[in-house]
Nanobody, 125 residues
Framework: VQLQASGGGLVEAGASLRLSCVDSGGTGRNNVMGWFRQAPGKEREFVAAINRSGFRRDYSDFVKGRFIVSREGTKNMIYLQMNSLEPEDTAVYYC???????????????????WGQGTQVTVSS
């Protein structure tokens, strides 16, 4: 599993962005996948996760109703559609893959084994 996130940028409050994460190794299509973020001076926090089939998803309370996680197995891709962005969403966003042995959605960073390099999202007020 080799993850690479992209799609970050600088936007104004209220705008939308879509982050993408590709598994260039091609072996993560059956892994539970997640998005995390880390703002300056803060700990990394859970944002969203999706199970293998894509039918089960979980979100942190602060993005529910605004963000949507999805996956496209044939392309080894997962996405994070972020709508109604707020300045508080400013952070580096990371995609992650859990070990294959985990089949359920997990929200703790310690449950994920593989991490991408992160993509910066900056939301101006």
């Amino acid at each position: 599993v080799q993850l690479q996130a992209s799609g970050g940028g600088l936007v104004e409050a209220g705008a939308s962005l879509r982050l993408s994460c590709v598994d260039s190794g091609g072996t993560g299509r059956n892994n539970v996948m997640g998005w995390f973020r880390q703002a300056p001076g803060k700990e990394r926090e859970f944002v969203a996760a999706i199970n293998r089939s894509g039918f089960r998803r979980d979100y942190s309370d602060f993005v529910k109703g605004r963000f949507i996680v999805s996956r496209e197995g044939t392309k080894n891709m997962i996405y994070l559609q972020m709508n109604s962005l707020e300045p508080e969403d400013t952070a580096v966003y990371y995609c992650a893959a859990a070990p294959y042995e985990i089949s359920y959605v997990v929200t703790t960073s310690g449950s994920y084994r593989y991490w991408g390099q992160g993509t910066q999202v900056t939301v101006s007020s």
